[in-house]
């Protein structure tokens, strides 16, 4: 294997480096040694409000359970999916600090740390899960951790019952006073990713590239060339399917652009780089972390599709009331039909997500199968805002770590954080706690 191969981590042009996938010609091996193996990576999709818990938690537990109705568009995924019911996040509930519910569901989520309840600038959470891996393997890849959302939200203020807006806006905080805001654009994210390492040349080249509507691929060429002389047929491909993954981002990218420049001309304003269709932005951003955990980018992030309390109507689906409004159904059948149909649009495009990891191959498996995407929301049923038996969701293998394809059931107030203790293991970082954990989650190998 020759110093080229054996050392490259990336394609690099004028001002461009895009790193690449984990592809086996490019990963140095030793006679008589074990290959290396694919690097494991962490996710976490919030969802806000809750769900209809009727529609959403399976009857049975164990491998046969029947997938209930909101939970149907991951009938494909099942053998890589756990449901895992009963699970609790005890400092979303007041604990003597009373209204607050929703910014309390989002600030303790990933944290299992009860938020100080303020308005000011002292605000108090815990650090997060995703920022403690990123402490332990984020110095193998360029971006330590990599936060994105659907909904932005403001930092300061009053948003939830004399709660921060900092609260109900953040999932990720990198400390107990710093919460990690995320990114609302798809364009500032893969700019961010692919941009070269000197920013002056990276901005004059990017200036280049829009101007004459050119892709960053065109910017690596020659070099991807030598590359691919060098690769086997099944590196050959995936080298293939992963640049066209990232020419088509940029196409959907700058058609959400044309569509700004469009609304511009006729006196409307948007953020650039932003798809109008909810669908899409979501979409778009889950093409984005699929492809930063296949390059390797980054092995931990959070995706956030909208802020908890979030009152988005979801006319698209023949909803037009606001979500908020609508968590607190009364147990009105119909109100809680349009929340099913809420959830079961979000569980769709979680399904597109996990689609796209299990349609990339790596080592013997696939990208799926090195994760584990954790989805979930920190309220159970939006109208009682209860913080125990919470909709809660893993997928992937973790590398064979995992053993999924069933439901599991907890006992009542098992806490959310053993569940991270768990995976937290298996990104190399072991605490002996986390949160409010009492131990490490059974049944999940």
């Not at 074990?34 to 959403?56: C, E, H, I, K, S």
């Not at 939970?71 to 609790?88: D, H, I, K």
């Not at 919460?179 to 390492?197: I, Q």
């Not at 995706?303 to 147990?331: C, K, M, Q, T, W």
Request: glycine share 8%; proline share 5%.
């Amino acid at each position: 294997m020759s110093e080229l191969i054996s050392r490259r981590t990336a394609l690099k042009g004028l001002g461009v480096s895009i790193a690449l996938p984990w592809m086996e010609s490019l990963v140095p091996s030793v006679l008589g040694q074990t290959p290396a193996r694919p690097p494991r990576r962490m996710g976490f999709v919030y969802v806000p409000n809750g769900v209809n818990m009727a529609d959403w938690t399976p009857s049975s537990v164990g491998r046969d359970f029947r997938m209930p109705r909101s939970l149907e568009a991951l009938t494909p995924f099942r053998n890589e999916l756990l449901v895992l019911s009963g699970l609790t996040c005890d400092k979303a509930r007041p604990n003597g600090d009373g209204p607050g519910d929703h910014a309390r569901a989002m600030a303790a989520f990933l944290t299992g740390s009860q938020p100080r309840k303020t308005a000011g600038a002292n605000i108090r959470a815990g650090v997060s899960v995703d920022q403690l891996a990123a402490q332990r393997v984020g110095n193998a890849t360029r971006f330590p951790s990599l936060e994105i959302g659907c909904e932005s939200g403001p930092q300061a203020g009053n948003c939830d019952s004399g709660y921060s807006c900092a609260y109900s806006s953040n999932l990720s905080w990198r400390s107990e006073n710093t919460p990690n805001p995320k990114e609302t654009n798809p364009r500032l994210v893969f700019d961010r990713l692919f941009s070269g390492r000197v920013p002056n040349e990276s901005d004059r080249n990017r200036a280049m590239r829009e101007h004459f509507n050119q892709s960053i691929l065109d910017f690596v060429r020659e070099d991807a060339n030598r590359l691919r002389s060098r690769l086997g047929a099944a590196d050959l491909r995936r080298l293939d399917e992963y640049t066209t993954s990232i020419r088509e981002i940029e196409r959907r990218i700058q058609r959400a652009d044309a569509a700004v420049t469009s609304a511009a001309a006729r006196g409307m304003t948007r953020p650039t780089g932003i798809p109008s269709e909810y669908r899409d932005h979501i979409r778009l951003f889950s093409d984005i972390l699929v492809l930063a955990f296949q390059a390797d980018l980054t092995r931990v992030a959070t995706f956030v599709h909208a802020n908890e309390g979030s009152n988005r109507p979801y006319r698209h689906i023949e909803v037009s009331e606001g979500h908020h409004d609508l968590s607190h159904h009364g147990n009105d059948r119909a109100k809680l039909d349009k929340i099913s149909r809420i959830n079961r649009f979000h569980i769709e495009q979680f399904a597109y997500m996990l689609n796209r990891l299990k349609s990339i191959r790596e080592g013997e498996g696939t990208l799926l199968d090195n994760c584990m995407i954790m989805y979930g929301s920190g309220n159970g049923d939006g109208n009682r805002h209860n913080h125990d038996e919470l909709p809660i969701l893993l997928a992937g293998k973790a590398g064979g770590s995992v053993n999924s394809g069933r439901h599991v059931r907890y006992s009542r107030n098992t806490p959310l954080c053993n569940l991270y203790l768990e995976m937290l293991d298996r990104m190399g970082c072991r605490p002996e706690r986390f949160g409010d954990s009492t131990g490490r989650l059974t049944q999940l190998t």
